[in-house]
């Protein structure tokens, strides 16, 4: 089983910055794909951000430019660094971490940018 922490949402001003992280513990052996999703009330989880074991990166077009997703292997972690913060990056942002094939959730981190 794998377990999942997040940590690093809060309140923000537009324009500000945040940092959110994620370690990984349990049955963690060789980690594929880690990446960070959000969420708002009414509308589809979408994906922000992903980075392979060799460290390719995807990102939403909305957040390219302005969030930088990384991983430490050696800790288990993946981050995400958000800058230029806007109203409409206000969400539920949850990590991932694929183990062959197999996608497990954080709980979820509640990031809100105020205008």
Known sequence: QVQLVESGG???QAG???RLSCAASGSIFNI???G???QTPGKQRELVAAISSGGRT???DSVKGRFTISRDNGKNTVYLQMNSLKPE????YYCTVTIRGAT???QGTQV???S
């Open 10 to 12: 809060g309140l923000v």
């Open 58 to 60: 995807n990102y939403a």
């Open 16 to 18: 500000g910055s945040l």
């Open 36 to 38: 960070w999703y959000r």
């Open 32 to 34: 594929n794909g880690m």
């Open 112 to 114: 809100t940018v105020s």
């Open 104 to 106: 497990d959730w954080g």
């Open 89 to 92: 990056d206000t969400a539920v």
